[in-house]
């Protein structure tokens, strides 16, 4: 049987709906119709039931990603949202005998997966409806958000990573190995060097305060966020991290860098903000710094994933990051 990863997106999609349709069978639903929506990194599935219901199937990433402690502690901190906040949020499904995940695997797949179903989200993507009075609304989520996570108390079995490394979601650090040599000659790996100092600095900073870590969205951008109805829907909740505030909004403005409108949505966003919460940044400069360890996160992803697109679009990707890093060295 053909490897996984050098199938054609066609072919691995055939594949994961396999294993899809296996997880389905543990869920009380009368499915109608499964429909690959993307496997960029997790299987993403729309499922739709006779009676007219829609809802999403996520195929996670093998172990060595989120693993069933974490997503587990996804669904307790979206059960605890639910009844604490008006938040919508995707409202996660019980299997038949009354787990949150299920665990299935198939032959061409790799490795068994953790699958998770949630109710559907309505509306398009923010990035699809990307104006200063929607990201307003962006930054008066996460000050929600936040202040909720502030009086959360986890419960028994909640665990999830900490944000206090550059590189906090433990995949391997690889780049600087031999095989990207030719992506870091000597200026460029010494400024990325200098980068993750900086970067460890600003965090020791952070987690030496006396205040308390709590939990983190840590990846609430607009390709997360649906808008309906005047109002936005977060989702994706996969990446929760124990941290503090300014690295959950360093993480949503990092995605904004590339609009020629940065400055008004980054004003956009602060205003929404700060009608619910004081603005989180201690220092000038401080987001700027945790932009660009964003920046140093994503670029190790792109270079570790073994996604053929991803490593067609890791030399210009790389090139940003320097040029990133080397206003933020100047500057900070």
Request: charged content about 25%; overall charge negative; some cysteine.
């Amino acid at each position: 049987m053909k490897n996984y990863h050098e199938l054609t997106l066609r072919g691995r999609a055939i594949r994961l709906r396999k294993l899809a349709l296996l997880a389905l069978e543990q869920y009380a639903l009368d499915v109608g119709r499964v429909r690959l929506m993307s496997n960029d990194f997790n299987g993403i599935f729309r499922v739709d039931t006779t009676d007219g219901s829609k809802y999403v199937l996520r195929v996670c990433l093998p172990e060595g990603g989120h693993g069933l402690q974490e997503i587990n502690s996804e669904m307790m901190w979206l059960a605890a949202l639910k009844e604490d906040t008006d938040i919508h949020l995707p409202q996660p499904l019980r299997t038949r005998g009354g787990e949150w995940v299920t665990t299935v695997e198939v032959a061409g797949v790799p490795e068994p997966r953790h699958c998770v179903v949630f109710g559907w989200v309505p509306g398009p993507d923010l990035a699809d409806r990307l104006t200063p009075e929607n990201v307003s609304m962006q930054g008066a989520l996460a000050a929600r958000l936040h202040q909720h996570a502030s009086n959360f108390e986890s419960p028994e079995g909640f665990w999830i990573k900490t944000a206090d490394k550059v590189f906090p979601f433990e995949e391997p650090l690889v780049l600087f190995d031999e095989a990207h040599a030719q992506l870091f000659p000597a200026r460029r790996r010494d400024l990325f060097q200098r980068g993750i100092e900086r970067m460890e600095c600003v965090l020791e900073g952070l987690f030496a305060s006396s205040r308390r870590p709590q939990v983190l969205h840590y990846d609430l951008h607009q390709w997360n966020l649906k808008v309906y109805r005047g109002d936005l829907y977060p989702f994706d909740f996969e990446d929760l991290m124990w941290g503090y505030p300014v690295q959950d909004v360093a993480v949503s403005l990092y995605y904004y860098q590339r609009y020629d409108q940065y400055r008004a949505l980054r004003a956009a966003f602060r205003h929404g903000y700060t009608q619910h919460r004081e603005w989180p940044e201690q220092y000038p400069g401080q987001i700027e710094t945790l932009m660009a360890g964003r920046s140093l996160e994503l670029t190790n992803f792109v270079l570790q994933d073994p996604n053929p697109d991803y490593q067609r679009e890791a030399p210009a990707f790389i090139e940003r990051t320097e040029a990133r890093l080397r206003a933020i060295l100047a500057n900070t």
